[in-house]
Each structure stands twice: as C-alpha cells, then as structure tokens.
C-alpha cells in the first residue's frame, strides 16, 4: 500500500527541493520473493534468482523482459533452494550463485555457475557454507568472497574464486574482524573496501583488500559510526557513498564518504531524509545515487531519495513506491529507467515490481545548504 509523504518532504517538494522521478507499475515475479539477487544480463533483461518466501527458500529463477514488462519462469536450475546468498556476473557472462541459507538454518557451501541461455547449472563447492556473505568481481575476471555466517558465528575467513579452474581456494590470511550484513566494493585500481557488519570494538574499522598480496589492511581511518545492512555505491569520483544501516540504536539517517587516495572516511553533515537499513542504492549514469525504501522509524519505507554527489546531500523523491519495500531489489535496466523487485512489507512478502523513471538532473539544483 502506498504511503503519504511526510510533512517534510511535503515541505521540501512544495519549496522545489525535491527530485523528480515516478514509479509505474510493470508485470509480477511468479513467487513472491525477499532476499534474493537480481543481475543485469543486458539492457533491460535482469535475473531474478532464488530467495525466500515468508517461511521457505526458493530454488526457482525468473528472466525480466522490460520490452514485454513481464517476468517469465525459467526451467528449475538444480541447486538447492536458498536465500541471502549472493550472485557474480563473470567475464563470459554466465552467473556465479554463491553460499545461501537454506532449512534447518544450513548455510550451504554449494555454489553454481548458471548460464541465462540455458544448459543447467555446473554446481560448485565452496572452502566454507555462508550467507550474508559479500561477493565482489575482481578486475582479471576472478571474484572475491568474504565473511557471512555459516549457521552459528560471523566469519573472518575470505574465499577467492578462479574462473578458468571453477574452484574456490581459503585464503591464508582472514580479515581482521569477523563480519556479516557488511559491504565490499571494488575500488578504482582494483582493491577492494570492505565496511561495516562487525561486531565489538572493531564495528567501526574498514578494511582494504589487496588482490597482488590476498590479504586485507586496515583503513588508517574508522568510520564516523558502526553500521551493518547499509549500501556502499561506487561514485565516479572514485570515491564510495556509504548509506544509512543498522547501528547501536536503531536505523540510522547518516552517510559518509570514502576516499580511496587518503584511505578515511567523512561524515556528511547532511544526512538522509529518512532514517533507514535494508534499503537499496542504485548509481544512475549522471552519478547521482538512488536509494529506495528500507526499514525505519518503527516500519518498512515506501519513501526513496536522491544523493547528489555534486551538492553532497539528499534529496527527497517528490513520489513514493508503489508498494513498502525492504530486502528487495533496484536495477539500472537502462539510461532512464530502473526495475524495482520483490522483499517485504510489514505485511507479507512481495511479487509486485515497479518501474521508477530517472527524472533529468536540474540544470540549476541549487543548494542544500551550507557546503560542507
């Protein structure tokens, strides 16, 4: 069910500090799903695989045609059912489908290599079962895994996956801090920030990992606060928007900033409109970042908004999804428009999918207030 705007974004839209951009409605998932992945194949055809219903993992997969607007069935690929693993896409385009929860809260070590066009899926073992885990996509077409949960403890371990072998090797080296529900992003030059997820004395430490020496170094900078179930967008500044998530008290409204060159973060001094975790952020191709739904304030979000990296603030949509979403997905499906998935209300799990189209950026944006 869609959800007023709140006074302040009323306020905000009302003043034209709000951005533009409407959500439409487009064809449903087959099975209502959260926690699953969603990979872009080619312009407006995404992979949408497995997940979780209210109670059960699913081992089902569907092909979104944005020329149809429809989702179509795939044939079953043969692996388990899961949810809240994760998915690669590599050099030769097939899909590397990674760890998983599954019943009896088994964290699976099976891995797969799916190809779209068919054929099956070549199943995999990985070193160790995960979920919550982090799979990144390195530059020479390997992929790097890191922490999760494998059913009873947050993990340190990392996995590096080679592509030319189909194997999986544990790396000597563990991350300093065990950590799930955290981010790795790839960095320019190839390294790799890993943020977030741990637990301890160490939540607020980030760590960098190095692909020539396989190990991971910590930041020289912490973050300005610990997080857990936030977003990290890569900026093409190079630079990396860390957003929102889990901390000490409850969702959080604040952002900071990654700077690769001097390894530190900064604390924006304007925070997100909305406080929230579990939500998405999708970079757009104007380097604007959108971030969409979540949890917070006591419930699930149907309220998005829009970082400006030239502005260094947020801005609230001036319309809100269709449908309170949290654990879903948003993918960039072309220059215009993104595909937004599946997750959960407050109520139930979702099929409903939506259509948000990027409004133009401003050619005077105008402020939001003092520079920081």
Known sequence: MKKTIPALALALILSGCSDGGDFSGTGALNKPRHGHTATLLGPGRVLI?????????????????????????LPPAGVRPRGWHRAVKLADGAILITGGWTHSNIALREAAIIRPGGGGAVKLA???????????PLEDGSALITGGNDGKRALRRMEWFAPGKNTFKLLARPMFFARQQHTATRLPGGRVLIAGGGRGPGARYAEIFDPAERRTRLAPGAMAVSRARHTATPLPSGHVLIAGGLGPEGALPSAEIFDPAAATFTLLKKQMTTPRQQHTATLLPDGRVLILGGWGEGNTLASGEMYDPKLRCFVPLASSL????????????????????GGTSDREVLAGAEIFRIPPRKKSPGKCGPAD
């Open 49 to 73: 695989a497995f997940g979780l219903t209210k109670t059960d993992p699913l081992a089902s997969m569907e092909l979104f045609d944005a020329g149809q607007g429809k989702f179509k069935k």
């Open 126 to 136: 990985m070193r160790l079962g995960r979920y919550d885990h982090t799979a990144t």
């Open 322 to 341: 269709r449908y309170e979403r949290r654990l879903h997905t948003a993918t960039l499906i072309d220059e215009q428009r993104v595909l937004i998935a």
